[in-house]
């Protein structure tokens, strides 16, 4: 392999790298922000899973006691939780598992190794 070979080889591996990393990046942010799962309680998590916000509607207290406001917030953040987890191993498996082309780039590396 000439040298221009091997640095043309190089290029294309930072950029196929780049480009996955970028779609992944999307992947999560698109995780994050997933709809609320309910009226009255929304949960925004951040992209590792812990609490960014929650938001109780004023009106919950009126239609629900406390034991049944509690068990819903505990419904909607272990449910956002869940979704969000859930979304995230399906996105590292497909830039980063055993079928994606990342292991192709890898291979590449330890040619030029």
Do not use: C
């Not at 191993?89 to 291979?107: C, F, P, Q, T």
Request: hydrophobic letters at 45%.
């Amino acid at each position: 392999m000439t040298d221009e070979e091997y640095v043309a080889a190089i290029e294309e591996g930072v950029r196929a790298t780049r480009a996955r990393a970028a779609e992944f990046n999307a992947a999560i942010q698109r995780a994050i922000e997933l709809g609320p799962i309910s009226d009255l309680v929304a949960a925004t998590l951040y992209g590792d899973g812990y609490l960014g916000d929650l938001f109780i509607e004023p009106t919950a207290l009126t239609s629900h006691t406390y034991t049944e406001l509690e068990d819903l917030i505990t419904e909607v953040l272990r449910d956002s939780n869940a979704r969000l987890r859930e979304v995230v191993l399906e996105a590292v498996n497909r830039y980063w598992g055993v079928d994606s082309s990342w292991h192709g780039l890898k291979a590449l590396a330890d040619e030029l190794s």
